[in-house]
């Protein structure tokens, strides 16, 4: 049964370029911003409009990014600058200024291309790479009140904090019924898709924050009425997929096309276009600097290094989300030149096989020309587990016969 | 043909050739091999009629047929279609049940390939939208020094010395190829560079799945001598003397699950 | 075909005989005598290919032979391995780091730190008898796997496949992960996966966007440099003062004016005083890392700067240079364009930034040496943002006169690649000077294509 305010959701977002033109008519500022450690509440506080840019799978795009910022830039930036040369996409065309952040290099790279080439207004938020040192969160802090004062001298308005304590709590709000709704999902008996929730989730990029809260509320209890009681837990046939790596961002369904094509079903994912951002953010302190480090505390971006494998977070956190969604197998996702990903794609996998968990790495970009090839691994992946489940006793059955 | 006898089919449509066997019961019955065209529908079934000709079958007395290979999406012959990863490893397994990796260099593409015991794939890797290490590339070299693609592997087993080649890329490969020739590297030099270049790749794959014994090679270009011997260098094992064409293996495995499908199916008598 | 091989002619060796020992970091000395004994018997006899003629891999068919530097450097080279090797044995520690950085904090622990490039060559260096195609060969492999291990699109692979599984003794990986190369940023932690689980990892976390004028930024970098110290120390057993590193500051100080005074030297020149491949290798003798030994660089980085000036006065020019050049200045990551065969289609590489910004970055040695250091090198010119960095080089390049300016990154050298286009166009509205991208083919040696394209840029200048 389709869930009616997915609908009403879709319809919203429709009409969201034009609301954003209207607000700016009416004085507001729209902020887009880019990266994984942006604390958007600042923004919010601030009383501009975030918007996430974040668009994806266009192939055109990528070569008209690739004159500006070379083709050795990720697939995923290399678009985003084709998208501001070009600047057709209604949601650049709305941004007033962009918030980049540096927690990967090639993230913070665009922010000078863009500002270079397209004249943009552009705030960076340095992110340190050895976060989990004391110093680094001294310095870190130092970097929130910067950004946070380069934000107010374009808002023209010092950030209230009492403004902070509500976009706070909103955000809050909104990341719980988030995660309410994301166990539906991986139940039994799904009545909304992963694919569905992964849309709900980036929907939320743009559209206004309470809205969006309310609409999150009313699909939870939509959903809590078809399913009141949802469990997670293997179905026969199922192949459990779980999606990690570089973000898929809006514009790209290619790989999560084929996974669906060939009879693969996501239950979850730990993507930054995805769920993981929503993820233990804790808010300890109502000022910039203790947003900015409950980011950061979060998972940590592959971007950032973790030097020692045992303890790393990153790896912890994807053991646990695959044995909360009963998954039974990781495709890895690596957009082409983006080494955050890349780089530990092997490492995943290792680590992986240690828990009986099999990874398939798909390597890829935005054109369609490796559509086939894709197709055909994901395709003898999903057949792998199947086979893993049933042909193993129907080889028993011949055997006996 | 007399309805009690069991034969199921399995045919591999690649980009360099279509490929069928038939099997009956627990052997093989017949095979068909021939050059892929423009339309895979059609190599697949030139193949299939192939080896039912030879067979003196017709496809009515098939009871099960399974596709794989590129052309199996659009292969209105087949009841079912199933990836040449899956193929290969339970056609290797039928042949050799203690082959536990496969090497399996096709036209297009080069996959490493691990098993268990069962001929149930563990864990795989294809090299990624890049000729190097396939028929393909092969095929290009050939055309540069102007000799047959099934010769070149003996030529490079002739050499006195190995000229590193520093692009894989078939494009790149061609032009240095070309400057190597010009600066006066003997062709046979070369070509032994090649060899050990893409086998230096193919052992670079085997470091994302592991390997283990027994090794098959399948794959068009597993008929090439130079081949092997570079790839057995590379990856320091010994690799199984196939007992058919080890082109077909992937039909083979076609074929096997075919069978599989048909007795879960109930139409096995 | 048969392989042609150089040989250092006995005609200059009365010569060379009269120039300058090497001292090296332990106190010993090698006299010219032994030197030149190793370059004719031991090192051709170790190392044949390295005197194989073969212009396609930069080996040239004559050199220098009248420029004793230009010897000794190759002799650094040549012994590098077993100098490492020795060094090991006697204890000392070894760190691996990034191109493009200073070395003062390594140096003040009394640790030798190797850039990717050396490492390799350390690792290469311990077989012997290789030809070209052997040794060639035999890098591809290591490199092939440590692809695999790590990434495809990795071009460093930050001499991974050496430290974790080619055995050799390096005690630290510790690079400052400047901005210049994104691989060994991401590599780092590519070594928690290694079968080599004695090797210590860290961090020197350099803070991004142009951070200088940001005294927490500096601090945080300051801080950074304490730590790498602590870590050198833990591995080494010593304790490192803040003395120790001021005293390394001024002995890197010495080695950054000696090398700043020699490029200007060899820029105020109006005739080349030496070719674009001795240039280079005495130029960035300056930064006292390139020979894994600081003294031993110091003494023939003096001797050096003292011939150069001898052969600017008395107006020489230097081995396999043409009349008039072209002057290309190179820009980019760690990669140049082959300095043989440019020299002979009429040009000449007058300067390179990226073996150039740290160089020439002097430490200011009043007060703490840390957050002096930090503060120097948050300050590297080829590390800001586009127009500060395109305005330092065109002062580079205004003082080198180029004619011409290529930025050439390799293959998956993201953060380069990405902004050579605008630091061109700024170069270009500002100078006029034509420029030119060029992307080297990863695991190409050849560069047939690469050369074509650089020659005909030769030729439009
Ligand atoms: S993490 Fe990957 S996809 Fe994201 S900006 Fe960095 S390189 Fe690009
Ligand atoms: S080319 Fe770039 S990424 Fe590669 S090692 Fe050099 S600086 Fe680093």
Redesign the pocket.
Known sequence: MPIKTLEIIRKRLEERPAELQTARQNGQKVVGW???NVPEEIIHALGFIPVRIAVGGDDRLVEVGARYASSK?????REIVGAFAENQDPYIQQTDLLAFDA?????YR?AEVIEYFFKKDVVVLAVPRNFDWDEAKKYFAHEANEFTRLLEERAGAPLDSARLAESVALYNDIRETLKSIYTFQASRDNVISWEEVYDLIQAGELLDKKEYLSLLQQTLAELKELQPNPVIEADDGDSRLFISG??IPRGDRKLIGIIKSVGGRIVGDDL?SGILPHLDLDIKEISPAGVALAYLNRTP???LPYLDLESDRRLKKLHELLSTSKAQGVIYHT?R?????TFKAKETKNVLAKSGIPLLEIHTEYAGSDYEAMKTRVEAFVEMIRIKAEFVEEEALLANA | MSLSRNFFAGVDVGSLAAKAVILEDGKIYATGLVPSGVNSVESGLTALNLALGSAGLKKEDLKYIVGTGYGRVSAPYANKAVTEITCHAKGANYLHPTVRTIIDMGGQDCKAIRIDQDGAVVDFAMNDKCAAGTGRFLEVMAGVFNVKLDDLGAIALSATDTVPMSSTCTVFAESETISLVARGEKPENILNGIHHSIANRIAGLFSRVGIESDVFFSGGVAKNSGMKTAIEQALKVTIVKPEIDPQLIGALGAAVIARNFAKKEGLWV | MGKQLFRYSEANKEKFLESDNITFNDGSVVTPEEIWHYLTVEGPEKYPGTFEINLYQGNRASRDETLPTSLKTHYLGLTFSERMERAKDKGKSIAFIQGGQAVDPYTAADTIALRPFLVGQWYHGREHGNDINKSVLRRKQSKEKAFHDMSFEACQTGGYEHIQSGNLRVDVVAPYTVLRCSDVSYGVEAHRHGPNKEVKLFNVDYPLRYQASKPWAVEYFAQNLRRLVKTLDEVSGRKTTEDDLLKAIKLHNEGRRLGTELAELWWSADIPPTNSDDRLSLVSLANLDMHGDVQASLSVLKEARNIIAERVKNGVKGHAVTDNPKRIFILGSCVGINDSRSEDAGAIVVGKDDQWSHCSSLVEEEGDPFYNLAKATLEYPYEQSIEKRAEWTIEQIKKSRADGVIFIHNWGC?TQAAVARPILDVIKRETGIPTYIQERDLHGLQHEQEQNRVNAFIEML
């Open positions: 880019v990266g994984y830039t990720c697939v995923f930036i927690t990967c290099l090639q993230n665009a570089s973000l930054w971006h592959a971007a957009l030149y983006c080494d955050p990903f | 993201n």
